[in-house]
């Protein structure tokens, strides 16, 4: 997967709390998930996606998704605003 699609992004949102809210507000054109986020923090955000009919696409890393989006710690869902 292409770490490319934050750059094209109008606008990130970081974190699964913060992508809850605006997957469940409609506001989500597509989630990053990175495999090797826990599954146990990852499945909600996850499950809301797919019943709001948002792609998911899959990251190789927490590191390297948290570096695309210009933070310094790993993110494990990134939800991504065209």
């Known amino acids: 997967m292409s770490y490319e699609k934050v750059n094209q992004a109008k ?9 809850v809210k605006a997957l469940k507000a409609g506001n989500v ?5 990175a495999e090797d986020a826990d599954p146990n923090v ?3 955000v996850i499950a809301i996606a797919e019943e709001f009919n948002v792609p998911v696409t899959y990251t190789e890393s927490k590191k390297q998704l948290g570096k695309a989006c210009g933070i310094e710690v790993g993110a494990a869902a990134v939800a991504l605003i065209y």
Do not use: A, C, H, R
């Not at 606008?11 to 709390?17: A, R």
């Not at 054109?29 to 998930?33: G, I, M, Q, S, T």
């Open 29 to 33: 054109d597509e989630l990053l998930v």
């Open 11 to 19: 606008k990130i949102i970081v974190g699964t709390k913060q992508t």
């Open 42 to 44: 990852t499945g909600k």
